[in-house]
């Protein structure tokens, strides 16, 4: 009951900050200068086809009935559609998804992995010059943008070294018919190596960009919890035991210690799920984020709006489900 209790309040939750989202983000792009039916006519469009147009967007009413009338077609699950490429907004906006979802897990694997392996080196070799090497590395990794490590890697494995593709998602030369928009899922499902390959090859710098600075978090966090949990009593007793510290770190401490990483980990996915805006544009990479910088740049309002708000919907649910997950894994707060 305290699980359904707990899962529940944070539904609620979920659903007044999605409407707060949608407020905000309504009124705000819509009292911003500049006109989105404007940069859809030509030069010599007169003062009627800017009235017909706005009729048919509805941008002659006020903001006030507009949000009513976009609201209640986001009910029935129509976003509206699209101003500039004349498209629903919602077979738009799931149709990039699945490339920055993967993209996004990518990354966060990447992340877990270089930061999890500096943690742990950090604290096997403790109060000696390996720890300061890694504490130099996470803070330098952590000091640059996630942006200018992808100028770094295009300019190393893009110019200098060749080995990454710089642009794109995958080859067009590739002979597959994907049945859905998450290619590397179902590439590694149908076994095809060459598709999976080719993937990576154009998606592990964008991600490798992406996962740099969480990782240097991660390594921070996780090995300052591996220190103090190695001086607690249970640690203490399997030393005495005669474990090796490896043993010691890894299935005594690490168990204990990643929780708090855990929650952190979550927070900042969000935050790489946002970052991915900026990367995708770098890279021409086809996501969510290479549409919205479009969507900015055309003033295509009901776009934006579509963006928005799913962007909004995957932060307030992983927010939740790692909040849920570390009830299920702490048993303190689990029988509280």
């Known amino acids: ?11 609620v939750t979920t659903i007044v900050t999605l409407f707060g989202v949608a407020v905000i983000v309504f009124v705000v792009i819509r009292v911003v200068p500049g006109n989105p039916i404007a940069m859809m006519l030509p030069p010599g469009a007169t003062d ?5 147009l706005e009729e048919q967007y509805g941008f002659d009413k006020s903001i006030f009935e507009q949000f009513l009338i976009w609201l209640g077609g986001v009910m029935q699950g129509n976003f509206g559609t699209s101003i500039s490429l004349r498209q629903p907004v919602s077979d738009l906006v799931l149709g990039r998804l699945p490339a920055t979802l993967e993209l996004s897990i990518v990354a966060l694997f990447i992340a877990v992995a270089i930061g999890g392996a500096l943690a ?19 803070g330098m990794a952590l000091s640059i943008p996630d942006f200018l490590w992808g100028l770094i890697l295009i300019l190393l494995f893009g110019v200098l070294w060749p080995v990454f593709h710089i642009s794109g ?14 290619y590397l899922f179902e590439a590694l499902v149908r076994l095809r190596f060459d598709v999976i390959a080719d993937l990576i090859g154009h998606m592990f710098m964008p991600a490798l960009a992406l ?18 949990t190695m001086h607690l009593d249970y640690v203490t007793l399997a030393r005495t035991k005669g ?15 990643v929780l708090p990483t855990l929650t952190l980990v979550g ?18 990479y086809e996501g969510l984020g ?11 309002l009901p776009l934006i709006q579509g963006i928005v708000i799913l962007f909004a919907l995957l932060f307030t649910l992983v927010n939740l489900f790692v909040d849920m997950l570390y009830v299920i894994l702490n048993p303190r707060l689990r029988h509280a």
Do not use: H
Not at 48 to 52: G, P, S
Not at 214 to 219: F, G, K, R, T
């Open 1 to 11: 009951m305290t699980l359904l209790r707990a899962f529940l309040i944070r539904f």
């Open 48 to 52: 009627a086809d800017i009235a017909r």
């Open 120 to 138: 742990l080196t950090g604290t096997r070799y403790r109060d000696t010059k390996t720890e300061g090497a890694v504490d130099v590395t996470a």
């Open 169 to 182: 998602r995958i080859s067009p030369s590739l002979n597959i018919d994907f049945s859905t928009n998450f």
């Open 211 to 228: 996962a740099i600075p969480l990782a240097a978090i991660i390594a921070q966090l996780l090995k300052q919890s591996l220190k103090e």
């Open 243 to 257: 474990y090796g510290e490896n043993y010691v770190i890894t299935r005594e401490a690490l168990p204990n210690a």
């Open 267 to 284: 927070v900042q996915f969000t935050f790489l799920i946002g970052g991915t805006v900026i990367i995708e544009r770098l890279f021409s």
């Open 290 to 300: 290479n549409m919205a910088i479009d969507a900015v740049i055309n003033r295509d």
